[in-house]
């Protein structure tokens, strides 16, 4: 399998306190990743370091094969981003919103691509309502939206369905299944539901203090802990038992 | 440079000020109000028949030019600080958007409001005042040239301060511009400054077009040395504060600061 993310040594310090301190990890082509780890274990800073939002301290990040520093520009122009926590202006309508966005990703067609996508998600009716009067559950589909604009190959999903009730996050599960059936988008994914995680997730990587703990199909972490899912897996890792 | 994202972050803004009754207020309301005061004061001061003073015109031009460069500051300065208060900069600067890009579109939105202003401002000037701009000619477009650029440099200043120190500082976005008038001989001539401030003063390029706006009056002749000095100080201010900013936000990326900011 062609690898999509290649992260190789990757450390950040902050100060004198290390946030990641050497990992190493590929992502493939088509396959859904979690990224796990307890508060504080350097998910956000490995995502914002791919993202290219914070500068590594040390090691190599390869996306597509090329390095972010020497191409970040054809990089990112194939990549999104969600996350429930990242709200797109509010004194903007949602249609304003996509339609920058769209632009600022190079899209052609503005009008029939968030025509399709807003089909799709089913917030054609919300296109003309301001961003912030929108409800969670809109704002997440409003997300989602513009994490497929510029039809990427690689998605980077940071607990995306985090204050969704259960009927709205199984839907939103659905859908990213269904995008990344159909569009053959890569996800990396963070969440703190477990059971969420072992549903859509191909493969987890654990992180603890920075570092790599272990890595594995949901299935298989839970047979070499000897546990009964992936929740008391995190426990394990977590709690080092 | 890709135009369709510069366009991308233009547009953004335009959406916003079309409906935001506090962003039209500024950019017409406040300019309007300093023009009235200034505009009756001079007519005021012209009603004393001071010698070889022509207090409407060299007033009401200097209100005016002033404006052209605060606008042009703040613009720049705002543009920025949307984003901070929206907490927009993840989503900006997960695209492809080049640092360029973005100070390219927060220039360009400079130049707009400068557009807008001027046209309501000399409008008003000429309405309320029978004070017509256009008696600078041609000579006014490298002028206004001179202060949107300015203006945009000393934007950029601010966005980088505000970058690196935190939305703490984000009262220089407002504020700043004020810290220049007295040294930039914007109502009064150089030779008005006390020696050692005389020479900072030509620091500045605002300085070299404010007194050149006074030339253009007095003689009706337009000054290249003063219009070169302009452009040459500008040029520099732009190399250098354009690499300060570039160092700030390699800064903030470094210190993962980019998302912290609000």
Known sequence: MLPIIEVKNLAKTFGQ?????????????????????PNGAGKTTTIQMILDLITPTSGEIKIFGKEMKHHREAILSRVNFSSPYVSLPGNLTAWENLATFARLYGVRDVRG??????????????????????????LTRLNLTKALLNNPKLLLLDEPTSSLDPDIADRTRQMLLKIRDERKVTMLYTSHNMAEVEEICDRVIFIQRGRLKDAGSPAELIAKYGRKDLNDVFLAIARGT | ???????????????????????????????????????????????????GFNAVTVLLGAVIFWDFLSQSQRAVSVAFLEEVWEKNFLNIFVTPLRVGEFIASTFILAAIRIVLVGVVMTGIAFFFYHFNLFIFGFTLIPFM????????????????????????????????IMLLQPFTAVFYPVSALPPILQKLAYFFPSTYVFEGMRGVIATGGFSYPLFWGGIAANALYA???????????AYVKRAGKLLKLD
């Open chain 1, 17 to 37: 306190t290390p946030a990641v301190r050497g990992i190493s990890f590929d992502v493939y082509e088509g396959e859904i990743c979690g990224l796990l780890g």
């Open chain 1, 113 to 138: 691509t968030i025509g399709s996508l807003a089909d799709f998600f089913e917030i054609r009716s919300l296109l003309p309502k301001m961003t912030a009067s929108l409800s969670t559950g809109q």
């Open chain 2, 1 to 51: 440079m890709k135009l369709s994202r510069i366009n991308g972050l233009i547009m953004r803004h335009l959406y916003l000020y079309k409906r935001s009754v506090p962003r039209l207020m500024d950019i017409f309301y406040w300019p309007v109000m300093e023009l009235l005061l200034w505009g009756f004061i001079s007519s005021f001061i012209e009603k004393l028949s001071l010698k």
């Open chain 2, 239 to 249: 190399v250098v504060i354009t690499w300060f900013f570039y160092r700030m936000f």
């Open chain 2, 145 to 176: 040239l001179n202060l949107l650029l300015f203006g945009a440099v000393l934007g950029l200043f601010t966005t980088a301060i505000i970058l690196r120190y935190g939305s703490s500082a984000q009262v220089l976005a407002f504020g700043f």
